[in-house]
């Protein structure tokens, strides 16, 4: 069963504080993905990565970074944490034959 | 610009009610369109649209797209407070890393 790991479901952190967001996947995906979710607005995806190393931005990548040093784990860094970056945050995977996962998601309240 | 527009945002319906929620996208390099259902936490695939016309269907779930109207639609019947959640419309564009363009949702909610 594929699996996709965040390692927090719930996270409060203050403002201008480092955080870091982890995702783990163990089906060997190339491609891993964050989004963020806000009422109204749906999933917008903030960077993605298709291979090791390799990373692109997306749609709202202003405020975050990433990092992607091994395969299976990708993580997402929010340099100074702001209360506008108070979200759900989803992580995903996919391959080509094997569609797209989901994590469960980690809710970030920045205080 | 690519964009995923989905309605309606909120829907509340009494139980064995048939809703329809509505997809409609202007995306270049369309590879698929998906549907997810999201409960407390992980969206859950239900679809992947490739296709005009051809209707997919699992139980009281259906879903068909207009390749030539750029839109999909997604049908629930006999609805039960299980299928209260929200349901998310998306793009998959022909690209090496398989991005998806989500839309805002619908919120769907059955009252008993």
């Known amino acids: 069963d594929v699996k996709v790991t965040q390692s927090s479901r719930y996270l409060v952190k203050r403002t201008g504080e480092k955080v870091f967001l982890e995702c783990v996947q163990d089906?060997?995906?190339?491609?891993m993905f964050w989004y963020r979710q806000d009422p109204g607005l749906g999933l917008r995806l903030i960077y993605f990565?298709?291979?090791?190393?390799?990373?692109e931005k997306g749609d709202i990548p202003e405020g975050y970074s990433v990092s992607r040093e091994k395969k299976e784990r990708f993580s997402l860094i929010l340099e100074s944490a702001s209360t506008n970056q108070t979200s759900m945050y989803l992580c995903?995977?996919?391959?080509?034959?094997?569609?797209?996962?989901f994590g469960s998601g980690t809710r970030l309240t920045v205080v | 610009e690519d964009k995923v527009v989905q309605s309606p945002l909120s829907l509340v319906v009494h139980e064995g009610d048939t809703v329809t929620l509505n997809c409609s996208y202007e995306v270049t390099n369309f590879r698929s369109l998906l549907w997810y259902k999201q409960e407390k936490k992980a969206p859950t695939f239900l679809f992947m649209l490739?296709?005009?016309?051809i209707e997919k269907k699992s139980g009281r779930l259906s879903s068909i797209l207009d390749k030539k109207e750029l839109f999909s639609i997604l049908n629930i019947t006999a609805t039960q407070t299980g299928d209260s959640a929200i349901y998310l419309c998306?793009?998959?564009?022909?690209?090496?890393?398989?991005?998806?363009?989500f839309g805002q949702g619908t919120r769907l909610t059955i009252n008993p």
């Open positions: 990565s298709y291979d090791v190393k390799m990373k």
């Open positions: 995903a995977s996919s391959s080509h034959n094997y569609g797209y996962t």
């Open positions: 998306a793009v998959e564009q022909i690209q090496g890393a398989q991005k998806l363009v």
């Open positions: 490739t296709s005009s016309g």
């Open positions: 089906m060997d995906h190339e491609n």
